[in-house]
């Protein structure tokens, strides 16, 4: 089975990373739900995935360089506002896993403190959660920190090794864009022994094409359409 990736709640429908997509990724019921984080400037951990607010927002500037208050003045669409992690992840509530994309740098700590806390007080578990990044480099953080946390290594492009890059983060998945994917690289991946979980893929056609290549599981802004 193709495992329907909720990509940031569910975009294709509501404003992304909004509580709004969220909770529309869950009735449409993804069997995982994808966000990205950052930190904004007074050190609250924030659900957005550009550096800059102008895209998704009312407002202009970076997400680093404003404070919460100033981050929760802005329409993010439909007059949902920039949530925080804790509060995504009050809304999901275990309905489904949660994999979390570390944009900002530095965030690591302040998103383990979090998952932490999720699992101490509010009975999660380790395994409901994957951590991605682009940024190996915060990954290998996120491990350092703790091997209990599966880990997802995004790439665009095709690495010189295919998925070596993700067997030497002792990740969990390999997270390939739609137009670097090939057979090939899923089999190499299947036989280290990690899951395959591509993105972003939104036409029927890509679909069809990418399920048709082994993956593990599918982005999408239209979950219900895998």
Not at 33 to 41: G, K, M, P, R
Not at 87 to 98: A, M, Q, S, T
Not at 106 to 129: P, Q, T
């Amino acid at each position: 089975m193709v495992l329907r990736i909720g990509h940031r709640g569910a975009s294709g429908y509501e404003p992304e990373n909004t509580l709004l997509s969220f909770q529309r990724g869950l009735r449409l019921q993804v069997d995982l739900i994808e966000l990205d984080v950052q930190v904004c400037s007074t050190g609250q951990v924030v659900v957005i995935h550009d550096a800059k607010v102008d895209r998704t927002t009312n407002g202009t500037g970076y997400v680093e360089e404003k404070s919460f208050r100033e981050l929760r003045a802005l329409d993010a669409g439909k007059w949902q506002k920039i949530p925080t992690l804790q509060e995504v992840l009050d809304i999901i509530d275990r309905k489904v896993k949660v994999n979390i994309e570390i944009k900002g740098e530095g965030a690591s700590k302040l998103v383990f403190d979090i998952i932490e806390m999720y699992i101490s007080k509010r009975g999660w578990e380790w395994d409901d959660f994957i951590i991605s990044s682009f940024n190996h480099y915060e990954l290998l953080e996120f491990n350092r920190l703790t091997s209990k946390v599966k880990i997802g290594a995004i790439i665009a492009g095709i690495p010189i090794g295919y998925a070596e890059c993700a067997e030497k983060l002792n990740a969990y998945s390999l997270h390939p864009s739609k137009e670097f994917i090939n057979k090939i690289m899923v089999d190499d991946a299947h036989k280290r022994g990690l899951k395959v979980f591509s993105y972003t893929l939104n036409e029927p056609e890509d679909i069809e094409r990418i399920k048709s290549l082994g993956v593990d599981g599918i982005f999408s802004d239209f979950p219900d359409r895998i």
